[in-house]
């Protein structure tokens, strides 16, 4: 029960809303989603190029995503894994699983020589799923245009 402070009736109800439990909620659920948000993109973030027939497929959470970052360098998952070791890396995980698929991330800025020489690492590793993903050049534009 809230009173008045300039008087009146002491048994009157204040009908004021109190927002502060509501911004508390607010905040807390801000809180949440600047944590979790980042724990849902999966390996390194990269420039991706835009393709016109890009189509969303599901990932699995055992695809294993190789990012490759504008300065060439080789991400697989988080970890980065230096130019010589990764034949052996990806031969590794192949080894523990041969059905996984290979998720290609490769900045639209770096020359595509460097992807080439990941996409053989992985062929050599024996993988036979290799996809490069791409961003859908249609959402791009509508994007852009505000109207998503």
Not at 39 to 55: K, N, R, W, Y
Not at 75 to 87: A, M, N, R, S, T
Not at 112 to 124: E, F, P, Q, S, T
Request: include cysteine; hydrophobic fraction near 40%; charged fraction near 25%.
């Amino acid at each position: 029960m809230a009173f008045s402070a300039a008087g009146g009736n002491p048994d009157e109800v204040k009908g004021d809303i109190n927002v502060t439990p509501l911004v508390d909620v607010c905040l807390v659920l801000l809180i949440i989603f600047m944590v979790v948000t980042p724990m849902l993109q999966q390996g390194v973030d990269v420039l991706l190029p835009q393709g016109p027939h890009a189509e969303k497929k599901p990932g699995e959470p055992k695809d294993l995503i190789i990012s490759v970052k504008q300065d060439g360098t080789v991400f697989v998952g988080q970890h980065w894994i230096p130019d010589k070791d990764l034949p052996a890396y990806l031969k590794a995980e192949y080894e523990k699983d041969p059905s996984r698929t290979v998720m290609l991330k490769a900045d639209k800025r770096i020359n595509y020589g460097k992807i080439r020489l990941v996409m053989r690492a992985a062929n050599d590793a024996q993988f036979t799923r290799v996809a490069v993903l791409t961003e859908n050049q249609q959402a791009g534009r509508r994007i852009a245009q505000g109207r998503m």
